[in-house]
T-cell receptor, first 111, second 115 residues
């Protein structure tokens, strides 16, 4: 069974801090991994996608890395802002048919 | 390109009634997915279409659930004889077709409340 785990489940930090969110998966033969942001009551917004052949992707203050051999990905957020407060989800796919999601990390950035 | 559109955004129904949700994917995306999300959990896979063909269904999709994608455009998800346990957010996502890397784009979701 494919499992995706996200740690921590919740995180509260003061504004300006750099932070790291973790995602681990049981089967390392992934096709790609995608990070999403979800605001309360809303759908998911794509942040970054890393293909299996890539080690990292960057977008603005976000950097996602992928280590297939250890079954891990990290999402690094630099200089956090209150507007970054949301739930962050990672999803892995092994083909195009389905994606497996973690339960997310709920981030609160305090002003 | 207006993104993935889902309707209705919120549906309240009584137990035993049937409900239908509609998803309009991003134009020219030939892959379409339905997921279900309950509070505090990540989305759970329900079903996947490539064009009009339903290629995979989750065991979560009981015989009360059915999904269609006629002509490979919009999709509908119908739940018959709703139960309180069906209360959840139903999310639709689409993805570009062959040759693309498979990035998922989600709609805003349809929230179902079964009384």
């Amino acid at each position: 069974k494919q499992e995706v785990t996200q740690i921590p489940a919740a995180l509260s930090v003061p504004e300006g801090e750099n932070l790291v969110l973790n995602c681990s998966f049981t089967d390392s033969a992934i096709y790609n991994l995608q990070w999403f942001r979800q605001d309360p009551g809303k759908g998911l917004t794509s942040l970054l996608l890393i293909q299996s052949s890539q080690r990292e992707q960057t977008s603005g203050r976000l950097n996602a890395s992928l280590d297939k051999s250890s079954g891990r990905s990290t999402l690094y957020i630099a200089a956090s802002q209150p507007g970054d407060s949301a739930t962050y989800l990672c999803a892995v796919s092994y083909n195009f048919n389905k994606f497996y999601f973690g339960s997310g990390t709920k981030l609160n950035v305090k002003p | 390109d207006t993104g993935v559109s889902q309707n209705p955004r919120h549906k309240i129904t009584k137990r035993g009634q049937n409900v239908t949700f509609r998803c309009d994917p991003i134009s020219e995306h030939n892959r379409l997915y339905w997921y279900r999300q309950t509070l505090g959990q990540g989305p759970e896979f329900l079903t996947y279409f490539q064009n009009e063909a339903q290629l995979e269904k989750s065991r979560l999709l009981s015989d009360r659930f059915s999904a269609e994608r006629p002509k490979g455009s919009f999709s509908t998800l119908e739940i018959q004889r709703t139960e309180q346990g069906d209360s959840a957010m139903y999310l639709c996502a689409s993805s570009p077709g062959q040759g693309a890397v498979g990035e998922l784009f989600f709609g805003e979701g349809s929230r179902l409340t079964v009384l």
